[in-house]
């Protein structure tokens, strides 16, 4: 999954004020390799967004076909009770 273009501008941001910074090198590349593991968690972060919508999504639709399955039920035997004089 591609990450969203904010996120992206800001990463590729960050990575560039690092790279004009004056720090040293290894704290240099121990924030690049946060920022690398950062952009890794908001892709999963991501992916597990997209996957729990469609999982809502499916059961949204499943609830929805279970209450109009007991609506016609409901209302089939109402009616079949009011035809037979019950």
Do not use: H
Request: overall charge negative.
């Amino acid at each position: 999954m591609a990450l969203e273009p904010i996120l992206k501008y800001k990463i590729n941001r960050c990575a560039q004020l690092l790279a004009e910074s004056a720090l040293n090198g290894e704290i240099k590349q121990a924030v690049m390799e946060n920022i690398g593991k950062a952009e890794r968690f908001a892709r999963e972060l991501g992916e597990f967004e997209k996957e729990e919508n469609e999982q809502w999504g499916r059961l949204e639709r499943e609830q929805k076909e279970i209450a109009q399955r007991l609506a016609d039920e409901f209302l089939a035997e109402t009616l079949k009770g009011g035809l037979d004089g019950n």
